[in-house]
């Protein structure tokens, strides 16, 4: 059996983490921009949808913009407790 020798490569910019790996890159932060908009048109349309308001808050958490966050996770939460409520009470009438 022949063992082969393993070619050494030089380490990478993705095999070293960097010194500030939390910050993110400008291709993160465009893309969070983006994001952020294609949410925001959605809201505009519906203000009450759970899931845009929720994904809106992780892109805001994601890019260090910790208030806005926290008001958009909030206002999810919000509106998923009265979906969830109003389906429940759709349900009881149904049966009844």
Request: proline residues 4%; contains cysteine; aromatic residues 4%.
């Given at each position: 059996m022949t063992?082969r020798r393993r070619?050494?490569t030089?380490?990478?910019?993705?095999d070293?983490p960097?010194?500030d790996?939390?910050?993110?890159?400008?291709?993160?932060?465009?893309?969070?921009?983006?994001?952020g908009?294609?949410?925001?048109?959605?809201?505009?349309?519906n203000p009450?949808?759970?899931?845009?308001?929720?994904?809106?808050?992780?892109?805001?958490?994601?890019?260090?913009?910790?208030?806005?966050?926290?008001?958009?996770?909030?206002?999810?939460?919000?509106c998923?407790?009265?979906c969830?409520e109003?389906?429940?009470?759709r349900?009881r009438s149904?049966?009844l």
């Amino acid at each position: 059996m022949t063992h082969r020798r393993r070619r050494k490569t030089k380490p990478t910019s993705r095999d070293t983490p960097a010194a500030d790996s939390a910050a993110p890159s400008a291709r993160d932060r465009a893309c969070h921009a983006t994001r952020g908009r294609d949410l925001t048109a959605a809201l505009d349309l519906n203000p009450t949808y759970a899931w845009a308001l929720s994904s809106r808050g992780q892109a805001h958490r994601q890019a260090g913009r910790y208030d806005q966050a926290r008001e958009d996770l909030e206002r999810a939460l919000g509106c998923h407790q009265i979906c969830v409520e109003s389906s429940r009470s759709r349900r009881r009438s149904a049966v009844l």
